[in-house]
């Protein structure tokens, strides 16, 4: 895969787990992924499959196939304590981040402004319209949080 043409085994290994990483990160508000962003990560790791840059589309199939399976182990291994979670997720995504750039400029843009859309989709799992159209205005705990 042309991506993939001057990284290790390991590294891309490590680059397949950018989506597993940032789901985990983005589900981190009470120290564990539910089974709701579970499966709304799952759900948006295949529609990147087909709904990304052409540039990407190898990287998010092969991705893809082991997302669910990655999202588990990972998931598993991190700590529950919200803090410590964070900190070694944030860890583990500065290491991607120096692998993304050895990608060349092209896949590294294109893989830096996906992966801020996975982000803020993966963000929304437990967010309602809804609660917006009742309590248009700001209310601590029903529509943001501190």
Not at 21 to 49: M, P, Q, R
Not at 135 to 140: E, G, K, Q, R, S
Request: charged fraction near 25%; aromatic fraction near 10%.
């Amino acid at each position: 895969m042309e991506i993939f043409k001057d990284s290790t085994h390991e590294e891309k290994e490590a680059l397949l787990n950018f989506p597993v990483y940032i789901s985990l990160l983005t589900s981190n508000k009470t120290g564990k992924l539910d089974k709701a962003e579970k499966a709304a990560a799952n759900e948006l790791s295949h529609i990147k499959t087909f709904a990304c840059n052409p540039l990407l589309v190898d990287f998010y199939k092969e991705a893809d196939t082991v997302f669910e399976m990655n999202i588990n182990l990972i998931d598993a291994q991190l700590p529950y304590c919200k803090d410590a979670r964070e900190k070694m997720i944030k860890e583990e995504l500065t290491k991607i981040y120096w692998l993304v750039l050895k990608l060349g400029e092209d896949y590294s843009v294109a893989l830096h402004q996906s992966m801020k859309s996975f982000k803020e989709h993966a963000s929304n799992t437990h967010y309602n319209v809804l609660v917006d159209f009742i309590f248009p205005l700001p209310l601590n705990g029903i529509n943001y949080d501190e």
